[in-house]
T-cell receptor, first 117, second 112 residues
Framework: AQKITQTQPGMFVQEKEAVTLDCTYD???????LFWYKQPSSGEMIFLIY??????QNATEGRYSLNFQKARKSANLVISASQLGDSAMYFC??????????????FGKGTSLLVTP | DAGITQSPRYKITETGRQVTLMCHQTWSHSYMFWYRQDLGHGLRLIYYSAAADITDKGEVPDGYVVSRSKTENFPLTLESATRSQTSVYFC???????????FGSGTRLTVV
């Protein structure tokens, strides 16, 4: 079963507007971590933001914030004031708390974001 | 620079040939991972390793072999390459629990 679901294959946003990228997850663990990565056309994986399952506050990193709704198993990424350089593929990922999978990340299929002038 | 180095960056090989993708990390991280990235699938785990000489299968291990004789190296071998293994391969590492995953730059493999 898919553990990370990203329902938006592609999104458009106008420059300077805010955009929300959706991510839902499935786990029975109490301890887990949620991640967002950006992959520009050059191909590298860039870490954006992390949210631990026990963190009570939503994580923020500059223009990025993670809207964590634990009961709904939702971890949406919000990008404020979009810039042209934000155009990229965005991946949501989860690491479950036990070491049975070697702390491997489970990735969603990604959302392609295009920021227009 | 410290981090993860993958080699080669690009590789074209023929169906049936054996090919090895290299991954070297300088962090002395315990955990290392191999992922493949295909359009419409995101990144899928092939194999992971918790330490030297400890490896285990991920979601899509068929057709791949790994080894980890030294902590810093985690090569991925395609024993007999098939066209379905055409993909971008990423190596990653982390010291343990936490969120400081380091990713390599990726290897783009084409099997013709």
């Amino acid at each position: 079963a898919q553990k990370i679901t990203q329902t938006q294959p592609g999104m458009f946003v106008q420059e300077k507007e805010a955009v929300t990228l959706d991510c839902t997850y499935d786990t029975s663990d109490q301890s887990y971590g949620l991640f967002w990565y950006k992959q520009p056309s050059s191909g590298e994986m860039i870490f954006l933001i992390y949210q631990g399952s026990y963190d009570e506050q939503n994580a923020t990193e500059g223009r990025y914030s993670l809207n964590f709704q634990k009961a709904r198993k939702s971890a949406n990424l919000v990008i404020s004031a979009s810039q042209l350089g934000d155009s990229a593929m965005y991946f949501c990922a989860m690491r479950e708390g036990n070491s049975n999978s070697g702390y491997a990340l489970n990735f969603g299929k990604g959302t392609s974001l295009l920021v227009t002038p | 620079d410290a981090g993860i180095t993958q080699s080669p960056r690009y590789k074209i090989t023929e169906t049936g040939r054996q090919v090895t993708l290299m991954c070297h990390q300088t962090w002395s991280h315990s955990y290392m991972f191999w992922y493949r990235q295909d359009l419409g699938h995101g990144l899928r785990l092939i194999y992971y390793s918790a330490a030297a000489d400890i490896t285990d299968k991920g979601e899509v291990p068929d057709g791949y072999v790994v080894s980890r004789s030294k902590t810093e190296n985690f090569p991925l071998t395609l024993e007999s390459a098939t066209r379905s293994q055409t993909s971008v391969y990423f190596c990653a590492s982390i010291s343990g629990q936490g969120y400081g995953y380091t990713f390599g730059s990726g290897t783009r493999l084409t099997v013709v």
